[in-house]
């Protein structure tokens, strides 16, 4: 099985482990301690992208396809694969992940009550606190379970190469808040560790046998 599946099959400490550093960031943010490292890097990696059309244009599109109505419509249409070829506990784990993660959020960013970074022109619009960023932390978990549930029906010389894609995809994700100037980096930060933390939770929960099935049905590489 892949390296993150593993993680949430093997070592159930992984997601705890997660949340206690994502917890420690949310201490760091809220205590103000954050505050000058986030300013710098801010504005170190938006410019950066800035100056490069090519790369805002791609970074812009990545936070465009993480929005709401795609993540629910992927997941949706996942779901609905799922269950069409008899893997409801497959399904059950996407719509958890997916509900659960996005509510779980939302709580977050309520608590933090953090506003939004002014240093540049907003590039994007939002309707909800800074802390933690929405997209890196649903991003991760959209991104990561399409490649988890992926890695359940491929080869095993595949299954590396898929979840680094979905991980790439999620970082990608939250390089781009930065960049359009709608979130600071410790909210991009945590976003991608809570997000993945909770991702791991629920694959350790509910597909950790569906893991161990995979792994041994694999083919072995000659």
């Known amino acids: 099985m892949s390296g993150l599946a593993d993680a949430g099959r093997k070592y159930p400490w992984a997601p705890i482990a997660g949340f206690v550093i994502f917890a420690i960031i949310a201490f760091w943010v809220l205590a103000g301690f954050s505050h000058s490292l986030d300013h710098v890097l801010f504005l170190d990696l938006a410019e950066w992208a800035r100056a490069k059309p090519a790369l805002l244009s791609f970074l812009a599109f990545m936070s465009a396809v993480a929005e709401p109505v795609f993540r629910i419509s992927g997941a949706v249409l996942l779901v609905i694969a799922m269950l069409l070829v008899g893997r409801r506990r497959v399904a059950l784990f996407i719509v958890v992940a997916t509900a659960g993660g996005a509510a779980l959020c939302s709580l977050f960013k309520v608590i933090a009550a953090r506003a939004r970074p002014e240093l540049l022109p907003q590039l994007d619009g939002f309707t909800s606190y800074s802390f933690p960023s929405g997209h890196a932390w649903n991003g991760m978990i959209f991104y990561g379970e399409i490649a988890l549930v992926?890695?359940?029906?491929?080869?095993?010389?595949?299954?590396?190469?898929?979840v680094a894609l979905g991980v790439l995809a999620a970082i990608f994700t939250g390089w781009a808040r930065i960049a359009l100037g709608v979130h600071w980096p410790s909210d991009v930060l945590a976003g991608w560790i809570g997000g993945g933390a909770w991702l791991l939770l629920c694959y350790g929960l509910l597909l950790g046998n569906e893991g161990k099935r995979a792994t041994a049905k694999s083919p072995v590489d000659p």
């Open 150 to 162: 992926a890695a359940l029906f491929l080869p095993r010389q595949w299954r590396i190469p898929v």
